[in-house]
T-cell receptor, first 116, second 115 residues
């Protein structure tokens, strides 16, 4: 089966610019997650979707970050305006069942964002 | 709230010697625990998972981990290290929130393997 697709792989922008990342989960996976992985740290959950609804966005900096999954399939994560501290790898993951205690996760390869 | 603490930020071993990566967890629920590996410029790969069945869990590439409730630990081991094992390893606990499940990652342990 095809994996979790993310694009772009790399992005370099100047601070205060905007950027968007795209994720296409594994077909049939109802739950989609966006994680932020800062260099030297473990990934941190930004937002979790179940179909097209938000389950958890408690750690999403909503003043600058937004995410949507309008049709319950692919998703976009946007940052506007970007700050230097947003430099990180943004990982998308999907799972078949949202309440399965973490089983069946598949991660994408991530988008590496550098803000200069 | 659930969390994991990886006790070593960096572990160095020689090829052919045993590997031990230490992880302690904190959880108010019966936890699900995982170990993930991340090779440079590659995605996260699941090594193994604890599902409340057998306390000794075997994973891919010869890795295994033992769940010890009395010690709140889930250490990762391998009898003999290979050069290809050099990577970043994450201990992970799941957080069964109201409607879904998110993974909570430790800060990671970098494993270096020398010849």
């Amino acid at each position: 089966e095809a994996g979790v697709a993310q694009s772009p792989r790399y992005k370099i922008i100047e601070k205060r610019q905007s950027v968007a990342f795209w994720c296409n989960p594994i077909s049939g996976h109802a739950t989609l997650y966006w994680y932020q992985q800062i260099l030297g740290q473990g990934p941190k959950l930004l937002i979790q979707f179940q179909n097209n609804g938000v389950v958890d966005d408690s750690q999403l900096p909503k003043d600058r970050f937004s995410a949507e999954r309008l049709k319950g399939v692919d998703s976009t994560l946007k940052i506007q305006p970007a700050k230097l501290e947003d430099s990180a790898v943004y990982l998308c993951a999907s799972s078949l069942i949202g309440s399965d205690r973490g089983y069946g996760y598949t991660f994408g390869s991530g988008t590496r964002l550098t803000v200069v | 709230a659930q969390s994991v603490t990886q006790l070593d930020s960096h572990v160095s071993v020689s090829e052919g010697t045993p590997v031990l990566l230490r992880c302690n967890y904190s959880s108010s629920y019966s936890p699900s625990l995982f170990w993930y590996v991340q090779h440079p410029n590659k995605g996260l790969q699941l090594l193994l998972k604890y599902t409340s069945a057998a306390t000794l869990v075997k994973g891919i590439n010869g890795f295994e981990a033992e769940f010890k409730k009395s010690e709140t630990s889930f250490h990762l081991t391998k009898p003999s290290a290979h050069m290809s094992d050099a990577a970043e390893y994450f201990c992970v606990v799941s957080d069964p929130n109201q409607a879904g499940t998110a993974l909570i990652f430790g800060k990671g342990t970098t494993l270096s393997v020398s010849s």
